[in-house]
């Protein structure tokens, strides 16, 4: 049985290096005092003195210095804590540096009240004297008719640190408070938490260990899910009261507002996605099924991968080679960008307790990117990297080519450019081997990691997601009791009679963060429509797919989603792209099946 180590005794070559941000955290703590100096000045100088065009732009110019000094000093704190929640110099300060976002969000509120106040004659002269803010006035106007009384909006953004606590709290359950103990299969004793769960056990080739793994991890999620309901309820309840506060029809309408999609997008993709993915999805868990010789195809079944004494192992150095191959088809300052991650440490891969589950990239303006992940040395993470690297190369040329308005595209698109780099090291794995098995375990890879996670995983949490928002616009609170029956609702309607559906397969809404960020979990599969479009493009015309992939990414967000992928030369206005990527995971799962029969006779 091993224990996760204290993150003071893991190899510092593999965790982040964060001095490029600030030295240590005095140094950031210098920096949080600095900005708030700012902040207060900024109040003070321009508050009730803008009167013409020119003192617009000179507050608005101090207004972006003061966000490009915060975003550092925020991404600092965050990734401090993502390394070790439990490290409590990085508890303090984050609290330090949630009471100046809370100043920074009160005392600059002012701003786009008192220019949303101006006739729109006046905004756009704001645009035609600084052309680069013309993302900015834009988004100013899309706001328009929602805002609030100035005095209204000021006593919102006060309360912004408070709006942050449900998923602070989360954390802080999900991380430090459960305890998951042991659990004894085959006669050994294992250790089981969150990454250990989510890193290997719940995919664990062995069928009692698995099945072992998920009933304890379970029966310890369970004891904390009224507490986790509870904490959520309060995050929904706050979204919906800025909803009706702001004179939205729905809290969904409300949250796709900032998305600049409409409703029509959000429903098809899960609409569309549940009825025609779900035949494929199941002949896929059929096959599980009988490679793995199971009596029963049970929820906890679902991720285990078909093959797995065809993955290799793969060191973190070894990962460099592997990346760079497939991702070099994107040129020569791109690679350059991938080798500056590992030389200069960008990512974090070690594995210790408190440490953040899962994978990210945070890309601050005026710094570089930096990833978490958490290192199995098992190849599948080579696809998680290159993942992470896809959202490390978006802002990497993003954040280079525009402003710290304009970066930032909407959430829809943000996952386009992460899926984009699975399909190509996909691609590139398939085309430089011949052995039946290493293709169909990478095959197998493309369907368990990149579209099930993203087609199945995170899509049937998006249908959750809009049944609670459903019954939340009708002011119900929400339960434990009520969040498992939708999230039971759900995955039984996908995978109908052919999964049996576990005690426990309920409980795995608490186990998302993605629900304290808004409509998140359907974009990843939006995203990762747009990246199979565009890695077939890729595939078949080369260096002027690439070319104007290229330049989608340095657009960052200055164009909506759907003008971003028609740069791409994708219509996401129609549910082609969809369809066609539901195709093309029908064909894997067929090829799947041939090689299967070509292996086993």
Known sequence: MSEL???????????????????DDKACEAAIDSVKEKIDSFETEFQGQIDDVAA????????????????LIG???NLRLSGDRGDQQAQKLGALVGNAGTSL?????????????????????????????????????????YQLDQKVEKALASFSSVFNGPYDLYQKTKLLDIDFGTFTANGKEYSLSYLAFEGGLESNPDKEVRRAAFKKFSESLRQYQHTTAGTYDIHLKQEKAEADLRGYDSVIDYLLHGQKVD??????????????????????AK?????????KMRYEDLKIPLDPASEPEISVEESRKYILDALGIMGEDYTDMINRAYD??????????????????????????????????LMEEVFVLAHELGHAGHFYNANRAQNIFDTRPSMYFIEAPSTMNEMLMANHLLKNSEDPKFKRWVISSI???????????????????????????NYETVTAESLNEIKRGVIEKFWGNDVEITEGAELTWMRQPHYYMGLYPYTYSAGLTIATEMSQRILNEGQTAVDEWLKVLKTGGKETPVELAKMAGIDITTDAPLKNTIQYIGELVDELETLTEEIEG
């Open 105 to 145: 969000s009160s005392k600059t509120s002012f701003l786009q009240s008192e220019l949303l106040a101006k006739d729109e004659s006046f905004l756009q002269d704001i645009a035609k004297e600084k052309e680069e803010y013309t993302g900015f006035i834009e988004d100013l106007l899309r706001n328009k008719p």
């Open 447 to 473: 369907i368990s990691r990149t579209y099930y996670h993203n087609f199945v995983t995170h899509l049937l949490e998006a249908a959750y997601q809009r049944e609670v928002y459903n019954r939340v616009d």
């Open 75 to 77: 991404t600092y704190s």
């Open 5 to 23: 180590q204290n993150r003071q005794d893991v190899d510092v070559n593999y965790t982040w290096d964060l001095s490029p941000l600030f030295k």
């Open 263 to 284: 409703r029509e997008l959000y429903d098809r993709q899960i609409d569309v996605i549940t009825e025609e993915l779900a035949p494929h999805m199941r002949r896929y």
């Open 344 to 377: 200069e440490r960008w990512i974090d891969f070690v594995i210790n307790k408190g440490k953040s589950t899962g994978a990210f990239c945070s890309s601050p303006y005026g710094s570089h990117p930096f990833i978490l992940i958490s290192w199995s040395s």
């Open 56 to 71: 617009a732009v000179k507050a608005i110019d101090s207004y972006r210095d003061i966000l490009e000094q915060f975003v």
């Open 287 to 295: 096959l599980l099924q009988k490679v793995h010789g199971l009596d």
